[in-house]
T-cell receptor, first 113, second 112 residues
Framework: GQQLNQSPQSMFIQEGEDVSMNCTSS?????WLWYKQDPGEGPVLLIA?????ELTSNGRLTAQFGITRKDSFLNISASIPSDVGIYFC?????????????FGSGTQLTVLP | KAGVTQTPRYLIKTRGQQVTLSCSPI?????VSWYQQTPGQGLQFLFE???????NKGNFPGRFSGRQFSNSRSEMNVSTLELGDSALYLC???????????FGNGTRLTVT
C-alpha cells in the first residue's frame, strides 16, 4: 500500500533556528496535509496543499507540494518553544476516500532555549 | 464553534471485555472518521461514516466496529479486547468531501 517516509524522525534545535522536514512517497498523492500533535491532544491541521508545485504559508510555517506529487516539505522559521511537538505529513490514498489518510511516522521537534 | 468532542478521555479495560467510544463531530459536519494511534504503528485509519453509512474501512479485524447516528454523532466499539488494542483512538470530522479532517483529542484506551 501507499507509505509515507517522513524525515527526520526527531530534531533538537535552538530557539530562533529554522527547521525543515519532509515526506516522500513511492506513490502519487493528490493532496498533502501537515498536522501538529501536542502531548495528550489530537493532531491539528497546519497546512493543506492541493496542487503540485503549490507553496503555502501559515505564519512562520511554509509547506510545498512537490512537483512530482510524491513529496512535500514543511519549513518552520524562527522557532519558538511552543513549536515543540510531533509533526505529521498525511495524504489520502489516490484510489480511496479523501478522509482515508495515510500518515507519516512523524517528526518529533524539540526546541532548546 | 466547538471542535470534535470525544468521550471518555481515558479508559482502562481488561482483556476480553468490550468498549464503546463516543465522538461528536463539529456542528454541521456529516463525515466522521476514526483512527488508531500507537507508538509502533503510528496513525492508522479504522473507518469512515457519512449519513449513518460506513463508507470506508481500514485493515482492522471485525472486532472493531462503528456506527453513526442521525445527528452525525458516532460511536466505535471494540469487542474481546486484546492487549494490543491499547492505543489513542482519534475521531475526526469534515464538512465536505475534499476538506481536511479536524481531529478530536482522542480517547486513551489501556487494556490490562
Amino acid at each position: 500500500g501507499q507509505q509515507l517516509n517522513q524525515s527526520p524522525q526527531s530534531m533538537f534545535i535552538q530557539e530562533g533556528e529554522d527547521v525543515s522536514m519532509n515526506c516522500t512517497s513511492s506513490s502519487i498523492f493528490n493532496t498533502w496535509l501537515w498536522y501538529k500533535q501536542d502531548p495528550g491532544e489530537g493532531p491539528v491541521l497546519l497546512i493543506a496543499l492541493y496542487k503540485a508545485g503549490e507553496l503555502t504559508s501559515n505564519g512562520r510555517l511554509t509547506a510545498q507540494f512537490g512537483i512530482t506529487r510524491k513529496d512535500s516539505f514543511l519549513n518552520i522559521s524562527a522557532s519558538i518553544p511552543s513549536d515543540v511537538g510531533i509533526y505529521f505529513c498525511a495524504g489520502p490514498r489516490s484510489s480511496g476516500s479523501a478522509r482515508q489518510l495515510t500518515f507519516g511516522s512523524g517528526t518529533q521537534l524539540t526546541v532548546l532555549p | 464553534k466547538a471542535g470534535v468532542t470525544q468521550t471518555p478521555r481515558y479508559l482502562i479495560k481488561t482483556r476480553g471485555q468490550q468498549v464503546t467510544l463516543s465522538c461528536s463531530p463539529i456542528s454541521g459536519h456529516r463525515s466522521v472518521s476514526w483512527y488508531q494511534q500507537t507508538p509502533g504503528q503510528g496513525l492508522q485509519f479504522l473507518f469512515e461514516y457519512f449519513s449513518e453509512t460506513q463508507r470506508n474501512k481500514g485493515n482492522f479485524p471485525g472486532r472493531f466496529s462503528g456506527r453513526q447516528f442521525s445527528n452525525s454523532r458516532s460511536e466505535m466499539n471494540v469487542s474481546t479486547l486484546e492487549l494490543g488494542d491499547s492505543a489513542l483512538y482519534l475521531c475526526a470530522s469534515t464538512g465536505s468531501n475534499e476538506a481536511p479532517l479536524h481531529f478530536g483529542n482522542g480517547t486513551r484506551l489501556t487494556v490490562t
